[in-house]
């Protein structure tokens, strides 16, 4: 099963980061998530399929990712 992420997603993990948080925001997607923690700013980047076993829970959802517009044939 995949789970969707999106860009501002607040996410808690299942075990703390070394600053004592499990809260981190998506700042960037693709085969590899980029997270940033929001007690001590340190970014990181985990594999989806790492980051979907770590994941507790979502805290917050992030905004809908507005679909590109299909050229217009004129």
Do not use: T
């Amino acid at each position: 099963m995949v789970i969707a992420f999106r860009l501002g997603d607040i996410v808690r993990l299942r075990k703390p980061h070394p600053c004592g948080s499990y809260e981190w925001r998506v700042v960037r997607l693709g085969a590899d998530i980029g997270l940033r923690c929001l007690k001590c700013d340190r970014r990181v980047l985990l594999a989806r399929s790492e980051l979907e076993r770590r994941l507790k829970a979502f805290v917050a959802r992030g905004e809908n990712q507005p679909s590109p517009e299909a050229p217009s044939g004129e």
